[in-house]
């Protein structure tokens, strides 16, 4: 069964840092695109960054480049995003996702963001 | 960008009735390699979103048949059967590879 498990969310202040981690299982990690999606309190859904199989290539929304890096760890089967200079519009629900054939198949729970001073 | 945007954003619907939402593109789905990536989402309350549909009309495992995906180009269609208690939720679709989602449609029961 494929699992997804992020964590790492909290309360963080504006122009702080963070780290969100994904933990995967029930499926080859290694040879999988990857992605982070969130989600605004009470709003929809927005793609947030993307890499491939071996992190080589990255691929962020507009809003989230320079300050966001997505990358991941084959050997322990994980997903990360660390996110630096954060503002209130970052506040979000942070979905990992596998993506799969320019979709994506699998979402885990969620870890919630929430940037305030 | 290609942006997504759907109709109604509100849809109340009576249980065992058809549902119908529509999703449409700023411009053509069809990818270089010929496939149309458009997926369907289900977001239930409080819940993860959960994949229906992806290229138009391939519904994933588990998902029950009165759910079905239709169009091409830039017009694309869900379709639900007969609705049933468990399908109240935010509806999204989502177009591949540039991951854009329409802005939801929010699905509750008369």
């Known amino acids: 069964e494929v699992q997804l498990v992020e964590s790492g969310g909290g309360l963080v202040q504006p122009g702080g840092s963070l780290r969100l981690s994904c933990a995967a299982s029930g499926f080859t990690f290694s040879s999988n695109w990857m992605a982070w999606v969130r989600q605004a309190p009470g709003k929809g859904l927005e793609w947030v960054a993307k890499?491939?199989?071996?992190?080589?290539?990255?691929y962020y929304v507009d809003s989230v480049k320079g300050r966001f890096t997505i990358s991941r760890d084959n050997a322990k089967n994980s997903l990360y995003l660390q996110m630096n200079s954060l503002r209130a519009e970052d506040t979000a629900v942070y979905y990992c996702?596998?993506?799969?054939?320019?979709?994506?198949?699998?979402w885990g729970q969620g870890t919630l963001v929430t940037v305030s001073s | 960008d290609v942006v997504m945007t759907q109709s109604p954003l509100s849809l109340p619907v009576t249980l065992g009735q058809p549902a119908s939402i529509s999703c449409r593109s700023s411009q053509s789905l069809v990818y270089s390699d010929g496939n149309t990536y458009l997926s369907w989402f289900q977001q239930r309350p409080g819940q993860s979103p959960r994949r229906l549909i992806y290229?138009?009309?391939n519904r994933d495992s588990g998902v029950p048949d009165r759910f079905s995906g239709s169009g091409s180009g830039t017009d694309f269609t869900l379709k639900i059967s007969r609705v049933e208690a468990e399908d109240v939720g935010v509806y999204y679709c989502m177009q591949g590879p540039g991951f854009t989602f329409g802005p939801g449609t929010k699905v509750d029961i008369k």
């Open positions: 996702a596998r993506d799969v054939d320019r979709s994506f198949d699998y």
């Open positions: 890499l491939n199989e071996d992190g080589s290539e990255k």
């Open positions: 290229k138009v009309s």
